[in-house]
């Protein structure tokens, strides 16, 4: 490897060697999927082939309990997506999971037909109890998983486009977008508080019997539902990971640092940042959309400004612009919140402001910051190799060269 | 007009603020390949003239010729650059949070959508051309260290190399050695010096050694016009410039 000048006529004979690393996962992304492949493989034989009298054994309440944190944890990959990597901090993205939350409430609440309270062969029970003469427009089709599927897909990721496109265009940048991003889910969260709504009010929909026909009382349809959880949430983290290590990741990082410098080089800034943030918004819905079956409820305060700030909380503990960080800090901080909220109830929510001090003063990266070799998303020596590979005549003047 | 084969064409060009005229009838022309420095008091209308010929400053009057075939007055800021018209700003500005490779992988002319971005490999040719760069601005044993390492003269070059990127004829530079090392110093001017040739380079600079180090040619602005042209020693000691710049 020579440092100095290359002579022009070099270059003509230089062929192709690829650049090393590529498509390849960093040390920190094995773990991390190694991880939930370990928790998709061990709680179903916990909870299935343990018996219940052995102090091994995962109950009901522990299934539904790990299945709630990875979907918290998705719900933080989506923030950290685009706050770690682009700088947008968005303080509203519990509405991109409770729309996706809702859409799955409604197949669900279909679901249910003639076996609720009042038999009403169509109308789910809020309905009835609501003088409701018949099915409100927006609620056909969702009797169809498909449909209800797309829907979980396609209404968060059209509010992002619809908001971002109109936040992005205008500018809204730093702490005036995080404060509309509030504004936008306190307004949905009134909104579905609202019994005309169609919605089911403050009671939203809960009750749920079935879903694609398998009982949602019995431990197996969660022990199921928790896998697929973990899936899904390998899938987004690989989706993530492929984005930020592209060029258009690339990119995003260049926004976040200098973005007049990054539209000065001809990159459309806002187009990029849209695009981010629908992604971010459906990755955020299909969150919503697995935890509801697993919770057996959605309701309005799914909506509340401070679901999604504690969304922030949790990436920033676990530590921003790595994605697995996000993650553990998710279910670290969850974590927390169910035995502290056992324990001491009082004590959770000065905890939780506590621990977004302490992170913020004693680990800016976070608590992923404390191993070592991490924080910096890097995807190896991947260009240390220079674009040229020796041809004969190359060696022989190596040779001549060794000779003086 | 007719064709003289020059690299930049700037006539009788006006611009003024508000009565105050930043330049008045500037005529000045860029030689291909020719390395032209520019120096002037403040206020002389340096800037401006550089800020016409990218686009964002229009002039009342005047004509602005790249080559022999485009009207820049009829262009937009990023039609110019692509035209190939590069131009640094005296406060470097690098991602730094990239690597200097990757800084570089950015500049790369092309590929500017999200899509695109996402599925974009560094072809050999460009990945060549990155090296080339790397070789030519001297930053190859730092191609792996984050923008934010670098000190300010390495970010300079950087900034140069950026440019190099879209490989543009005509390279606009201002102030390229402000709060450098002498060390650093004599490494630009060999750096902007094999820049010249291939490429035109206009440098503003104030530091009249280095400008003295690097110009072959030297055009001394003063109050939105041309008052001296030449090597460095005629316009030393040309009565005019003693007056109004040099000030002795």
Known sequence: ?404 | MTVRNKRLYLEDLTVSFDGFKALNKLTLYVEPGEMLCIIGPNGAGKTTMMDVITGKTRPDSGTAWFGDGINLLQLSEPEIVAAGIGRKFQKPTVFEQLTVFENLELALAGCRSFLKTLRARITAAQHRRIDEVLDIIGLWEHRESLGRILAHGQKQWLEIGMLLMQNPELLLVDEPVAGMTPHEIERTSELLLSLAGEHSVVVVEHDMAFVRSIAKRVTVLHEGSVIAEGDMDKVQNDPKVIEVYLGV
């Open chain 1, 1 to 404: 490897m020579n440092g100095g000048k290359q002579e022009p006529g070099l270059w003509s004979r230089t062929t192709l060697v690829a650049r090393k690393g590529d498509g390849r996962f960093d040390r920190g992304s094995k773990w991390f999927l190694a991880a939930l492949a370990l928790v998709a493989i061990a709680v179903p034989i916990l909870n299935q082939a343990v018996p219940a009298s052995s102090p091994f054994h995962l109950s009901a309440f522990g299934i539904t309990l790990i299945g709630k944190y990875l979907c918290y944890g998705m719900l933080a990959l989506a923030v950290d997506l685009i706050w770690g990597y682009c700088g947008i901090l968005s303080l509203g993205h519990a509405a991109f999971f409770s729309l996706g939350g809702y859409a799955m409430g409604m197949y669900l609440m279909r679901q249910i037909g003639p076996r609720g309270v009042y038999g009403d062969p169509i109308l789910p029970d809020f309905m009835v109890f609501l003088n409701y003469k018949s099915l409100p427009w927006f609620w056909y089709g969702f009797n169809h998983f498909v449909f209800a599927l797309l829907m979980m897909l396609l209404v968060p990721a059209l509010l992002a486009l619809v908001f971002g496109w109109f936040a992005f265009r205008s500018r809204v940048t730093g702490v005036y977008f995080s404060i509309i991003t509030q504004a936008l889910t306190y307004a949905l969260m009134l909104a579905f508080f609202r019994n005309n709504m169609g919605f089911g009010g403050n009671n939203g929909f809960t009750d749920f019997k079935d879903i694609l026909g398998f009982d949602l009382h019995s431990d197996r349809t969660h022990v199921v539902l928790l896998v697929i959880t973990a899936i899904a949430l390998a899938a987004s983290y690989v989706a993530c990971r492929a984005i930020v290590e592209s060029r258009a990741g690339r990119v995003v990082l260049a926004i976040r640092d200098a973005e007049s410098r990054t539209r000065f080089l001809g990159y459309p800034v806002e187009s990029f940042k849209l695009w981010l943030f629908v992604f971010s918004g459906i990755v955020a819905g299909i969150a919503g959309a697995l935890y509801v079956p697993q919770i057996g409820i959605i309701n309005p305060s799914e909506f509340a400004p401070i679901n999604s700030i504690e969304a922030v909380i949790w990436v920033a503990v676990g530590g921003r612009g790595t994605l697995y960080g996000a993650v553990v800090g998710a279910i670290l901080v969850n974590y927390a919140k169910t035995y502290l909220t056992g324990a001491f109830p009082e004590v959770w929510l000065y905890a939780l402001g506590a621990l977004f001090v302490l992170v913020t003063l004693l680990l800016p990266r976070g608590i992923v910051g404390l191993l070592p070799a991490s924080g910096r998303r890097r995807s190896g020596g991947k260009i240390n190799e220079r674009m040229e590979m020796q041809t004969p005549s190359d060696v022989a003047i190596e040779k001549v060269n060794v000779k003086e």
